[in-house]
């Protein structure tokens, strides 16, 4: 029997969600605040340019995920080569980390110490009893050492997320450099490989951008006999004790009532309790005020020359520019940019609501990121820097702080008791996920919804999603190698 679901938030994981079960005969309304789908994967225009907010590769060791993306997307999508560097001590730094880029930047003498300060963290390692980290400072640290971790790790990571590394928890850490180690990095240097979570070489890509992705999703919806309703935000959640009953939206000037039989929200799952009626318990609004977030601004700039520089996107680790991350659109897709004789820069500015950065103007925000970009010698000069926009995102990155375990694990525990509500998506659930995961949380809502019963908030210990190589992957790699060096010598 044909039942209703009511989704909150028309990205990722809610419009996957609402097009699961679309296409397995259910009806679904999504309701979303903003005037475009795709939450912060969506395709963002100004003046014919095209661009993401933050960049977003299609990537996936979860099948499931891989086989909706070519089902919705088919042929729309072209393959991108990937390259990135980080920028630091105004050098260029290959991403992920390789040992001939590294010695060559940081000279013998650093080099040296860094392995050195390595060797010691890993000896007092294996002195003291076994204990799990606290901090992301202490994390980094024990495994690679004091030095290269205040080399590549403090300063980018402070920029990110605005408070000091051993405030951040370890499990962040965990979570976003799994994998990588100075051994895996001599191998890969022999091998000619970068063998880390972001290792791979290329990877699909809307020819118009993410945006085209959840455009298309959105269109299969309505093309199903459901509904997608924008400019749509919803002011309450009603209930019955554990069933939610509607929720009461507003579009405009009229106020509504939206009911169903199940409910998803990808909201900022601290939203969400805040907007129960009746209230959710006093704890538990204490731990919904309790989590915080990253918020996130993108100063797109025109820049009238053709070609600056390779890479997909760069990270700028020196403190002594604002900006942290600077993605070249035209490197991601030709489509992106009207005029092929011009480029368009992402200046990207991690920041926080109300504060120095996030209260400039529009005007302000173009010269920085021209005065920044200058300052990088990426352009020549400001002259080259013809237009601008700047993109506000708030709630961008859940902060993992150290308090947000207690606070999310009260949510976490509330939100369960509930019968007809799941939350999904990086801001539903509060974790730092992946594009991938994020559909996965929505796939697997949609199949709760129609009878199997999967625990989402333990997706990240049950699905690999590292961007890592095969054994069968490693073997060609090393025996390509070996090829070469046969002909070689």
Request: glycine content about 8%.
């Amino acid at each position: 029997m044909a039942s209703r679901t009511v989704v909150i938030g028309a990205g990722p994981a809610g419009l996957v969600t609402a097009y699961d079960l679309v296409r397995n005969g259910q009806e679904a309304i999504v309701l979303e605040q903003a005037d475009k789908v795709g939450g912060i994967s969506r395709t963002e225009t100004y003046k014919g340019y095209r661009f993401d907010i933050g960049g977003h590769r299609f990537f996936t060791k979860v099948g499931e995920v891989q086989a909706l993306w070519k089902e919705i997307l088919g042929d729309d999508f072209i393959q991108v080569p990937r390259l990135s560097r980080i920028y630091y001590r105004n050098r260029f730094f290959d991403y992920p980390l390789s040992i001939s880029s590294t010695l060559k930047n940081i000279g013998p003498i650093d080099s040296t110490l860094i392995v050195l300060s390595y060797l010691k963290a890993r000896a007092k390692a294996k002195l003291k009893p076994e204990r799990e980290a606290e901090n992301f400072e202490e994390w980094v640290t024990e495994r690679f050492g004091q030095r290269l971790y205040r080399t590549f790790f403090k300063s980018y990571t402070e920029k990110v997320w605005g408070i000091p590394c051993d405030k951040i928890q370890a499990e962040w850490a965990a979570q976003r450099i799994k994998g990588l180690s100075l051994s895996k990095a001599v191998i890969n240097a022999m091998f000619g490989s970068n063998d880390t979570k972001t290792l791979i070489k290329e990877f699909d890509y809307p020819i118009l951008g993410p945006g085209m992705m959840w455009e298309k999703c959105r269109d299969l919806i309505k093309e199903g006999g459901s509904t997608v309703e924008m400019n749509t935000r919803a002011l309450r959640i009603e209930r019955t004790g554990t069933r939610i009953d509607r929720v009461i939206v507003q579009q405009g000037d009229q106020v509504s009532a939206v009911t169903g039989d199940h409910f998803v929200s990808s909201m900022p799952v601290s939203a969400l309790v805040k907007r129960l009626d009746p209230p959710a318990p006093k704890a538990v609004l204490e731990a919904a005020n309790g989590l915080k977030y990253r918020d996130f601004l993108i100063v797109p700039i025109v820049v009238n020359i053709k070609s600056l520089f390779p890479d997909n996107w760069i990270y700028i680790h020196s403190p002594e520019f604002r900006v942290g991350r600077i993605q070249n659109f035209k490197n991601w897709s030709a489509a992106m940019v009207p005029d092929p004789e011009k480029t368009c820069l992402g200046m990207e500015y991690f920041c926080s609501e109300g504060d120095d950065i996030w209260e400039r103007s529009d005007e302000e925000l173009i010269r920085l990121a021209t005065k920044e970009i200058v300052g990088l010698d990426l352009v020549p000069d400001a002259s080259f820097v013809e237009d601008g926009t700047v993109i506000r995102q708030k709630k961008a990155y859940p902060v993992y702080d150290g308090d947000y375990r207690q606070h999310l694990a009260v949510l976490q525990d509330f939100m369960q008791t509930f019968e007809n509500l799941q939350t999904v998506g990086r801001n539903g659930m509060h974790r730092y996920n992946n594009q991938d995961h994020s559909m996965l949380s929505g796939l697997l809502a949609a199949k709760n919804i129609l009878g199997e019963k999967h625990d989402l908030w333990n997706i990240n210990v049950e699905r690999s999603y590292h961007e890592d190589f095969t054994k069968e992957q490693w073997a060609e790699i090393k025996a390509q190698k070996e090829k070469e060096l046969s002909a070689v010598g």
